[in-house]
């Protein structure tokens, strides 16, 4: 559906603005975010891409989806709060994260996977590290992770706080036949 609807520029302007009309709230968190960061944060330009792409697939799926059908966005907005705020991060920016869920497109349901921060060192360490992070030294990497669970847990806090559902999956174990099913269920 995302390729034959988004194919053409003109169709991403208007999927980009459409996205920008509906949620302007939430586009002002992260612009300003950015800015306030702007002294230690980095790529900000890719962040924002990422953004602007995710709010645009978001428009199209949502004018293409009946109200009982579901959408599931393996990299959504919770998950771009990391994008926004991992690096550089300080504990009180709390406010701004705050306003960031607040103003996002609220889900009905996330999946967090669980996943201790030294076996993430060891899977990034083996598969790389992202591109914003891979060639800072080990202890940037470090903070970079520990700032990342935090925001991952702080994030996960506030939508469980206002009612969403949260899903916890242990990222260390095998998922059972049976949960793939049901995850694959949400998908149809």
Not at 24 to 47: C, F, H, L, N
Not at 79 to 99: I, M, N, S, T, Y
Not at 145 to 154: G, K, M, T, Y
Request: charged letters at 30%; a negative charge.
């Amino acid at each position: 559906m995302w390729k034959a609807m988004y194919a053409r520029a003109p169709d991403r302007v208007r999927a980009v603005a459409g996205f920008v009309t509906r949620w302007p709230e939430y586009v002002e968190t992260v612009v300003g975010a950015q800015r306030r960061r702007a002294d230690r944060d980095s790529d900000q330009e890719r962040v924002l891409r990422w953004i602007f792409e995710l709010g645009a697939k978001f428009q199209v799926a949502s004018g293409a989806l009946g109200d009982d059908d579901v959408l599931v966005i393996d990299e959504g907005f919770a998950q771009r709060a990391v994008a926004v705020f991992g690096h550089g991060w300080r504990p009180d920016e709390q406010a701004d994260l705050a306003r960031y869920v607040a103003s996002m497109p609220r889900p009905d349901l996330v999946f967090v996977v669980d996943v201790p921060l030294e076996v993430c060192r060891e899977r990034l360490d083996r598969s790389g590290w992202p591109a914003r992070i891979a060639a800072q030294a080990a202890d940037v990497r470090n903070a970079y992770l520990e700032a990342v669970s935090d925001i991952v847990r702080l994030t996960t806090e506030m939508l469980g706080a206002v009612g969403v559902a949260v899903e916890r999956i242990d990222g260390t174990a095998p998922v059972d036949a049976g949960r793939i099913q049901a995850l694959r269920s949400l998908s149809v």
